[in-house]
């Protein structure tokens, strides 16, 4: 009788395991590895980052084009020469609540590359069984025992590549894991940089509030004298105490800001808020930056930053996950066996005169679903073009925030040259102020509005010095200093 093997449901084949024969096996392996490969990466922008000589940025404030330490660059924040922030940075980077998320994650990822390379070897299983009898007769008891234990194996021959390519893909995605904590490492030290520069500026600017006050009220004081003296008028007392007034109200939101600072940095540092307030309640200067500061040139992005590594360890991956799909458009194959081994005997189970066995392979290949294969393969590019464009444009960004920290370092620094004539100069024309309406020879106003300046001006030169500090560290964490 003759029998057709390929079975129909409503008139369409069904997938089944066909037998090829070697050649045929590396005949379609030959023509898959001489297909058209996909580029895995664009170029372009890489190239033209990697041909710049230099930052397009004028460099006006002590930057300089020379290759960064790489030891410095590691541990940027030591050039403040300031020893609670380096012992801040320490700490932080090894109790930081997100660093230790990034650790688990790569942990995640070498979990899914080691599940993937399971596939690669063969699947053992094994099933023991003993059975016994016993049956009554006239003359006794009949007793029979069975033993046996059986052996399934299967392997899957990775002859297109596509279970290689997994787990290389997942190789990849630890790499770019890795990088994200290195990521995470550079946005932290700056993030908790910048929260200390402010913290400093906070206690700065209550200082020079405090102090102005302290002047104020003795104008007032003086203010008072000359009333009751007929020298001043109601309305120089009243200004006189609107300035102290004025004074006293901007503290209480000056305290606010660097309280909610120090919840800040302890967050960062994985404690409860209010925890480093004893720590950090003595007001300290603001970190003085270096006279020089190395800033490479934009090459250096392609090798330091980590957020561009990560994504063009992702692009890596991703071009494999392409070679998969492509895979999965091939046949499979899949040699088996079984061995079994039965006695009566348990120690004869395991001996040769027990064994009975049989090995098969198959060759299996995919019909009605093809179209969604070849689907796949097509997401799978799509998404590869979507990796190459963040890179592209991570890139760019990279090169973008360094352009714009070298600019701001650059002028910050001459409008703090500035501010701090200009503070000089109020304070100065304050103090002469204050002499001539003691003498009669100016009113009030004059005194009014110098007392004004003066503070604004000081204040303006504390932001001012705080803003220097923070375009500084913008530029190590642009140039993706603090992980290394």
Same mark, same amino acid.
């Given at each position: 009788m003759n029998r057709n093997r390929n079975t129909t449901l409503k008139g369409k084949p069904m997938p089944q395991s066909t037998r090829f024969t070697p050649a045929t096996i590396l005949l379609a392996a030959f023509v898959l590895s001489t297909s058209a490969a996909r580029p895995s990466i664009c170029q372009s922008v890489r190239a033209q980052v990697s041909a710049e000589p230099s930052w397009r940025t004028t460099p006006v404030g002590g930057e300089m084009t020379e290759p960064a330490d790489e030891k410095v660059l590691s541990q940027w924040w030591t050039v403040f020469n300031d020893q609670t922030l380096i012992s801040l940075e320490e700490r932080a980077l090894k109790s930081n609540l !997100?660093?230790?998320?990034?650790?688990?994650? $790569?942990?995640?990822?070498?979990? *899914?590359?080691?599940?993937?390379?399971?596939?690669?070897l063969p699947t053992v299983s094994v099933t023991g069984s003993a059975t016994g009898g016993r049956a009554s007769t006239r003359s006794g008891g009949l007793v029979s025992n069975s033993n046996g234990a059986e052996f399934d194996a299967s392997w899957e021959? =990775?002859?297109?590549?596509?279970?290689?390519? *997994?787990?290389?893909?997942? !190789?990849? &995605?630890?790499?770019?894991?890795?990088?994200?904590?290195? *990521?995470?490492? @550079?946005?932290?030290?700056?993030?908790?940089?910048?929260?200390?520069?402010?913290?400093?500026?906070?206690?700065?600017?209550?200082?020079?509030?405090?102090?102005?006050?302290?002047?104020?009220? !003795?104008?007032?004081?003086?203010?008072?004298?000359?009333?009751?003296?007929?020298?001043?008028?109601?309305?120089?007392?009243?200004?006189?105490?609107?300035?102290?007034?004025?004074?006293?109200?901007? $503290?209480?939101?000056?305290e606010t800001s660097l309280h909610q600072t120090m919840n800040a940095i302890a967050i960062l540092l994985g404690q409860q808020p209010g925890t480093m307030d004893a720590e950090l309640t003595e007001a300290k200067p603001i970190p003085v930056v270096p006279a020089e500061?190395?800033?490479?040139?934009?090459?250096?992005?392609?090798?330091?930053?980590? &957020?561009?590594?990560?994504?063009?360890? /992702?692009?890596?991956?991703?071009?494999?996950? @392409? +070679?998969?799909?492509?895979?999965?458009?091939?046949?499979?194959?899949?040699?088996? +066996?079984?061995?079994?081994? +039965?006695a009566q005997n348990l120690l004869n189970v395991l001996t040769p005169a027990s064994l009975a066995s049989t090995v098969a392979g198959a060759l299996q290949q995919e019909i009605l679903n093809r179209r969604s294969l070849k689907a796949q393969v097509k997401l799978q590019n799509a998404?590869?073009?979507?990796?190459?464009?963040?890179? =592209?444009?991570?890139?760019?960004?990279?090169?973008r925030d360094v352009e714009n920290s070298l600019q701001a370092f650059g002028q910050d620094q001459v409008r703090r040259k500035s501010l701090s004539g200009a503070a000089v100069s109020a304070e100065q024309a304050a103090e002469i102020s204050r002499e001539l309406y003691a003498s009669?020879?100016?009113?009030?106003?004059? @005194?009014?509005?110098?007392?004004?300046?003066?503070?604004?001006?000081?204040?303006?030169?504390?932001?001012?010095?705080?803003? @220097? &500090?923070s375009?500084?560290? /913008?530029?190590?964490?642009?140039?993706?200093?603090?992980?290394?």
């Open positions: !997100d660093l230790r998320t990034a650790l688990s994650s $790569i942990e995640q990822a070498r979990a *899914n590359r080691m599940s993937a390379s399971g596939r690669l021959p =990775d002859f297109f590549g596509g279970l290689h390519k *997994n787990v290389a893909a997942y !190789d990849a &995605d630890i790499e770019a894991a890795r990088e994200n904590l290195h *990521n995470a490492m @550079v946005t932290l030290t700056a993030e908790l940089a910048l929260d200390y520069v402010s913290l400093r500026s906070y206690q700065a600017q209550i200082a020079t509030t405090q102090s102005n006050l302290a002047k104020d009220r !003795d104008t007032y004081e003086m203010t008072l004298a000359k009333r009751e003296s007929g020298l001043a008028s109601q309305l120089d007392v009243q200004q006189a105490l609107e300035i102290v007034q004025s004074a006293e109200a901007s $503290i209480p939101t000056l500061v190395a800033v490479g040139i934009p090459a250096d992005l392609l090798r330091r930053r980590p &957020d561009v590594r990560s994504a063009e360890r /992702q692009i890596a991956a991703q071009a494999l996950r @392409v +070679g998969v799909a492509k895979a999965n458009l091939y046949p499979t194959f899949t040699l088996s +066996g079984t061995f079994l081994f +039965g998404l590869l073009d979507q990796y190459e464009i963040a890179y =592209d444009s991570k890139l760019l960004g990279a090169v009669g020879l100016r009113d009030f106003l004059v @005194v009014l509005d110098s007392e004004r300046t003066v503070l604004t001006a000081q204040n303006s030169l504390v932001q001012s010095d705080a803003a @220097v &500090d375009d500084l560290i /913008q530029i190590y964490k642009a140039m993706g200093g603090g992980w290394k």
